[in-house]
């Protein structure tokens, strides 16, 4: 690989590898998912981000294991390749490029939604705002790591900031309350007609989504300093802020106006923590919670967008994928065709201006794929080891089990996808195997 197909530089610290993965994770999730959850089970949704951070930290460690013994772009389609069977790393990275690719679709329309929203612009300018955002963050991606992982510096800074803000400022709201919004904690909210269990498991799935930027890590692991150390070092951090955030956001939210308000508001044109900071002191909060919004949809689409290329970069440089997405700029910082071709889908599905089913199709083909990491880790030496099997089990166990508790139509098209997906694999073998005749 290092001849025919040159490695990228290693141009991100600990530092850096930490703002990527929070730039990823705290973005639709935090001002978005959260009200979706509640809508599902109700005020238990603060349980739910709890149980989605246990989950997330067992493969996290999975993660972080197989990318500082593999320190390769692409994440869990190289493990799979590497540990496992070419199939498996295959259908780890097609449900990748699937997943992220509409969910930065759908971060792009919520940057320009938010934005077309607090200027009072007509509603025209919802769709060609959100291609110009396209635009614009993949000339950013382009121009290289070290820039784009500064930009991502900036946006996550804003956005803890706008959060830390909602927090804040929520808290009399919650405390003014005689916390029966709390109760009962366990009961489906309006949008589940099924039982206390099965309404927080299927939140606990959604949530699980929210946390899953961490991977972008492990997908730049080539590009990371010292990987061993600095990789497992950035995600467990990552997380654990992550989480922090996640369930103080939660809590303030459900606590000052409660679980159905918040999923109506999730509902509205506008973030359902903006709906939410509007009935807080001192005026003007909401706005402040509106600009990390926008900053945070800005920070995942870039995330997304660095993931997204570098698993395509890795694909093309196996034969999965046309070869020409495997080529990098003149200075080795950028596979510069992945990038294009990454934001031409990109723009293609904005276009579309609605990815409605986005965040739950995300949770079932998201949770396959981690599912993979975690098999691939169990595969590991003990002498490659950083923690305990017991981790990779737990995070396998839990992504198959919490996989099937979304919409039967929506773990349906997936396995249909996934076959998609297995067919054009075996006709992209048969083609290299001609060409090598």
Known sequence: M???????????????AVMMGLGSILGTGVFVSVGIAAGISGPSVILAVLLAAVVAMCNAFSSAQLAANHPVSGGTYEYGYHYLH???????????????????ATASLGFSGYLVNSLGLPSGYFVPVALLVCVLFTGLVLSGVRRASVVNSVIVGMTLLSLGAFVVCGLPSVFSTDH???IPFFAPGPEH??????????????????????GRIATLGE????????????????LIVSAVVYTAVSAVAVGAVGSEALSQAAHTGAAPLEVVARG???????????????????????????G???????????????????????????PYVAVIVVGMIIIGLASLGSVKTAWTFSAFTVLIYYAITNFAALRLTKEQRLYPRIFAWGGLGACLFLAFWVEVQVWVAGFILIMLGMLWWVVAQQIALRKSA
């Open 2 to 16: 290092n001849g025919k197909n040159p490695l990228l530089k290693k141009e991100i610290g600990l530092g850096g």
């Open 86 to 104: 070419p199939l498996f790393g295959f259908t780890a990275g097609w449900m990748f490029l699937c997943a992220k690719s509409a969910s930065a």
């Open 180 to 182: 029966s919004r709390f």
């Open 193 to 214: 007609g099924k039982g206390a269990m099965a309404a927080l498991l299927h939140a606990t799935a959604l949530m699980f989504v929210a946390y899953t930027g961490y």
């Open 223 to 238: 590009e990371v300093h010292d990987p061993r150390r600095i990789i497992p070092r950035a995600i467990v951090l990552t």
């Open 280 to 306: 807080f002191s001192p005026a003007g909060v909401h706005l402040v919670v509106a600009l990390g919004a926008m900053t945070a949809m800005l920070g995942v689409l870039l995330n997304l967008i660095l």
């Open 308 to 334: 997204l290329s570098r698993v395509l970069l890795a694909m093309g440089r196996r034969g999965d994928m046309p070869g020409a997405v495997a080529r990098l700029n003149a200075t080795q910082t950028t």
